[in-house]
């Protein structure tokens, strides 16, 4: 079992960032891979970046050079550094981690609001 917390969220104006961190109950590093979604009103949950136990990230074209997935490992956590806020990247993200053999594990989920 894998608990998952994510915090960070808020509203911010165009331009800004923000910094999301999902702490997980488990050592992160054993975990095949971490992902961050989201997903907006009336949208389909969307995957916005990854990063595998090897550390390799990958991430959504839309957020490419803005957002920057990492592993913290003295807090056992997951961020997503996320700069250049625009207006689209509103919704509620979440934090999804992968173990082999289990289904996936979810957090609570954190609204990100992006308007002036």
């Known amino acids: 079992q894998v608990q998952l917390v994510e915090s960070g969220g808020g509203l911010v104006q165009p331009g800004e960032s923000l910094r999301l961190s999902c702490a997980a109950s488990?050592?992160?590093?054993?975990?095949?891979?971490m992902r961050w979604y989201r997903q907006a009103p009336g949208k389909e949950r969307e995957l916005v970046a990854s990063?595998?136990?090897?550390?390799?990230?990958d991430y959504a074209d839309s957020v490419k050079g803005r957002f920057s997935i990492s592993r913290d490992g003295a807090a056992n956590a997951v961020s997503l550094q996320m700069n250049s806020l625009k207006p689209e990247d509103t919704a509620v993200y979440f934090c999804?981690?992968?173990?082999?053999?289990?289904?996936?594990?979810w957090g609570q989920g954190t609204q990100v609001t992006v308007s002036s």
């Open positions: 999804n981690a992968l173990r082999p053999n289990q289904h996936p594990y």
């Open positions: 488990i050592n992160i590093y054993s975990i095949a891979s």
């Open positions: 990063i595998s136990i090897g550390g390799i990230t």
